[in-house]
């Protein structure tokens, strides 16, 4: 059974570094240097570009020491066979996405591209997405919160909720409210929210909110992330809106959170349950 407040443990599992404003993530770029020039000017100055021309150099690079959060790499059908190979090499001990630039690919390396683990493909006219998807990418992964995190195993509810729930737990960073949700499974908020409250869950609204706020927590206890990043990172529009939902919640802001538990982590504990 799930439970009704669907209960948030921050406790001890979460080890709080120090807050850093001045720390950027860091990106690997894999490209020529006139597109590897462009890829610089779209992700600065919120992500550090360490760029390499081909995956040879890559090869020299102990990630672990580098500490590389994300790999962009510029494919065409002209180097696409060259890289193959690497990528799939590289799949093996990766722990961070791979985003490829695509430029006048056809569909049978678009789908190899997928196949061998390259986790997004953007086209080099959509220059513009490229840092969304690169925050995502890194946010995502491997913090991505789960429902079971909440209590909720999916298998207990019947498919239209399955369905609410599942596309919640697939989309919430993105998600700004519910109305997408409602859309997808064809009812009204109010009958969505009803329908929540019959199997004993929080509203669709609070659950959404329940989601971005745990994946902030798993990144602060994760990532020397100023707060600001934390709110962008888990899908709030703004950091005001973020330290609000924080503190109505927890009843303590953010910062004090971060301050308190870094004090003395064994006393000082935020109420871990959000009311239904």
């Not at 049978?108 to 591209?113: D, I, W």
């Not at 927890?250 to 301050?259: C, D, E, N, T």
């Amino acid at each position: 059974m799930a439970v009704i407040s669907n209960p948030i443990d921050m406790n001890s599992t979460f080890v709080l570094p120090q807050e850093s404003e001045s720390r950027n993530d860091k990106c690997l770029v894999i490209a020529k240097p006139e597109i590897s020039k462009k890829i610089e000017d779209i992700l600065s100055p919120e992500f550090l570009c360490c760029v390499r021309e081909s995956l040879g150099d890559f090869r020299e690079i102990r990630l672990g020491e580098q500490d590389i959060q994300c790999v962009v790499i510029h494919i065409t059908n002209r180097n696409f066979p060259l890289l193959k190979s690497s990528i799939e090499n590289m799949k093996q001990m990766r722990s961070f996405p791979i985003i490829s630039l695509i430029q006048d690919i056809d569909m049978e390396v678009a789908r190899v591209c997928g196949k061998i683990g390259i986790d997004r493909l953007i086209d080099m006219h959509s220059l513009r997405d490229l840092k969304k998807s690169v925050s995502d990418a890194i946010c995502r992964r491997p913090d991505t919160v789960s429902l079971q995190d909440l209590g909720i195993d999916l298998q207990h509810y019947p498919p239209i909720l399955r369905t609410a729930l599942r596309y919640i737990q697939d989309n919430y960073i993105s998600l700004l409210n519910v109305s997408e949700v409602a859309n997808l499974t064809g009812v009204k908020e109010g009958t969505l929210s009803r329908l929540f409250r019959k199997y004993n869950l929080a509203g669709p609204k609070k659950l959404l909110m329940q989601c971005k706020l745990l994946h902030a927590m798993q990144l602060i206890g994760s990532r020397k992330l100023s707060i600001k990043k934390i709110a962008e990172h888990s899908g709030f529009t703004s950091e005001k809106r973020f330290c609000e939902a924080f503190s109505n919640t927890f009843h303590l802001s953010p910062k004090q959170y971060l301050q308190q538990h870094l004090a003395d982590p064994d006393t000082h504990r935020c109420q871990n349950t959000v009311e239904p």
